[in-house]
């Protein structure tokens, strides 16, 4: 399948998906959440806003890792019923399990999973260069990649043999590449959009159309409530912007449209894309806190940590990330400095746009 910067999407493979979907574009109402939340995005700044993406992100990352994995329920079950954790719905806090259970790693309570710690070179490269450069970023993902003595994923296994992107995997590692581009590059009108920078750091990884697009959408709804627009409205807007790809556009509306109770059941508790976005996207849709939707998704199982950057990004954006949650997040002192190094480079970006704005009207 191929999608062009412009929206288009042709594919032998998802060509009849596209024109249902695309139907529904049209046809199906949205039905997102008018929780409470949604309109503290008008009482902080766009700063604030972007550095609370990226913290959300990574806090909500570490919150998932002591049940990262668990696609067994009884097992997952069992777990936390151990700790009195389903006793009662206003006491369920799974989050940073103790001690910490996945069963594909070892890592201590308040550590990154796999995931937050194969990204955060991204944020590093975001917070050191000027500009986003494809070359640059490629040579620091592999270079972090080979020093890494934990757990790695199956694309980066590969990345460090090839230092090549995948051509078959459809995880979602550009997913979680989203939040950073978005809180880096929120706003640009040059050509280091969002989409344009977010495509060109998934493509590092991965080549398959799908895992890149539906990176560029989730940026996209990241980018436009770091810019103060609800989640609802986010949402909304996502599926009208005809410059994003068909595709990308009608598995959201797929998410948003589903209304069963267990929303990362019905699409998937992997990380295999359309489904871990589309499970996210359907939690964020009744999310009323950062603590409630991710509490919610540790306990859907699966990938958890996956579906937790992205919504802990937006989440964070909207309403800020829990002061408690962020104690317990072993990096954060550093989370918090790369967040401002990025936001004062967004920031100078924004004000260099200004000048060259308003000189052009005075000639």
């Known amino acids: 399948m191929f999608c062009s910067t412009k929206g288009q999407c042709t594919s032998p493979n998802f060509l009849a998906v596209v024109i249902v979907c695309s139907l529904a574009l049209a046809s199906l109402p949205l039905a997102v959440s008018n929780a409470s939340h949604e309109d503290l995005t008008a009482a902080v700044s766009v700063e604030q806003r972007a550095k609370n993406a ?8 570490a919150a998932s890792m002591g049940l990262h994995w668990i696609y067994d329920d009884a097992k997952l079950s069992n777990l936390v019923r151990r700790k009195g954790l389903l006793s009662f719905p206003s006491a369920r806090r799974p ?5 910490p259970s996945s069963p594909a790693y070892t890592y201590s309570s308040g550590s990154q999973t796999p995931y937050g710690d194969e990204v955060l070179p991204l944020l590093q490269n975001l917070a050191a ?9 490629t040579e620091e993902s592999h270079k972090a990649a080979k020093e890494y003595s934990g757990r790695l994923n199956k694309v980066m296994t590969e990345f460090i043999d090839t230092k090549s992107a995948s051509s078959k995997n459809m995880q979602a590692h550009g997913m979680v590449k989203a939040p950073f581009v978005a809180a880096r590059y929120a706003g640009s009108q040059t050509n280091n959009t969002v989409a344009e920078v977010t495509r060109k750091a998934a493509q590092v990884h991965q080549q398959l159309t799908e895992p890149v697009e539906v990176a560029v959408v989730a940026a996209r709804m990241l980018e436009l ?4 627009k609800s989640v609802k409205d986010a949402f909304e807007e996502t599926l009208e912007d005809n410059t994003l790809c068909t595709w990308g556009r009608a598995v959201l509306r797929d998410a948003l449209d589903y209304e069963g109770k267990d929303p990362v059941a019905h699409f998937g508790k992997s990380s295999t894309l359309p489904g871990s976005f589309q499970g996210a996207a ?3 849709k009744s999310a009323t806190s950062y603590e409630q939707v991710m509490r919610e998704n540790i306990l859907a199982g699966g990938d958890s940590a996956s579906r937790a950057v992205w919504i802990g990004a937006v989440m964070g954006a909207a309403g800020g990330v829990p002061k408690t949650w962020k104690a317990k997040t072993s990096r954060i002192g550093e989370i918090e400095k790369l967040a401002d190094q990025v936001v004062e480079k967004r920031n100078r ?12 009207h005075m000639q």
């Open 54 to 61: 990226v913290v959300g992100a990574l806090v909500g990352d």
């Open 95 to 99: 989050e940073f399990f103790e001690p």
């Open 129 to 137: 260069h000027d500009n986003f450069d494809k070359d640059t970023y």
């Open 225 to 228: 409530v770091i810019l103060g």
């Open 282 to 284: 359907a939690l964020l």
């Open 349 to 360: 970006d924004s004000v260099s746009a200004e000048k060259v704005s308003a000189e052009a």
